[in-house]
């Protein structure tokens, strides 16, 4: 067992650090989400962000957009025409995609300073794309509301999840070796 053990043992580190970092992350933002509640940020300061800035973004494309509390449920709503196209709720905030990102960047680190900056530059990439999405998205369910399931459903979680694996697959290619000529 101690001899499987060695021979994984980069890979068993891997796992504990992702595995690890990724619960107490979770469970921090957890909390923020208890006791960081805000009558000023609803329903919590950064699901009010994103939802704001997807406003702006709506509205930058030359669409009338407003952005208001849900007065049922822990959400901004997304509203045109007296219409509300769409929810943001704390799951539309991709802080869990960003604590995904940033526990495989803590288990797959490398140089201190080139990995701190693809950890920043990434959940900026992340959170930027995010609240594009929400603003594409917004706008598709306005524009082609048959096909707001697909949207919602399929299409823009991919954009989301894809953005991630192609940035962890960006990482991990940095660290290939050069071949050398024989």
């Given at each position: ?10 890979v068993?580190r891997?796992l ?5 970092s990724?619960?107490v ?10 006791y960081g509640?805000?009558?000023?940020y609803?329903?919590?300061?950064i699901?009010?962000n ?7 973004l ?5 669409y009338?957009m407003?952005?208001?509390?849900s007065?049922w449920?822990p959400?901004?709503n997304l509203?045109m ?5 769409a929810?943001v709720v ?5 802080v ?7 526990s495989?960047?803590?288990a797959f ?20 794309m995010n609240v ?16 707001a ?11 989301i ?16 070796k ?5």
């Open positions: 067992m101690l001899k499987l053990v060695r021979k994984y043992k980069p068993l891997f504990a650090i992702f595995i690890g990724y619960l992350f979770v469970s921090l933002y957890q909390l923020f989400l208890t509640a805000s009558s000023r609803f329903p919590d300061y699901t009010h994103v939802a704001k800035q997807s406003q702006a709506i509205t930058a494309f030359g009338d407003k952005v208001e509390p007065t449920e959400a901004m509203t025409d007296g219409k509300t196209l929810r704390e799951g539309c905030n991709a869990s995609v960003m604590l995904l990102f940033v495989f960047m803590l680190f490398g140089d201190v300073k080139r990995t701190l900056l693809f950890i920043f530059g990434g959940v900026v990439l992340l959170y930027g594009l999405r929400i603003a594409l998205l917004t706008i598709g369910i306005y524009e082609y509301p048959l096909y399931d697909v949207l919602h459903g399929t299409i823009f979680p991919a954009v999840y894809g953005t991630v694996f192609l940035l962890w697959l960006g990482w991990i290619n940095s660290y290939k050069p071949v050398k000529d024989a």
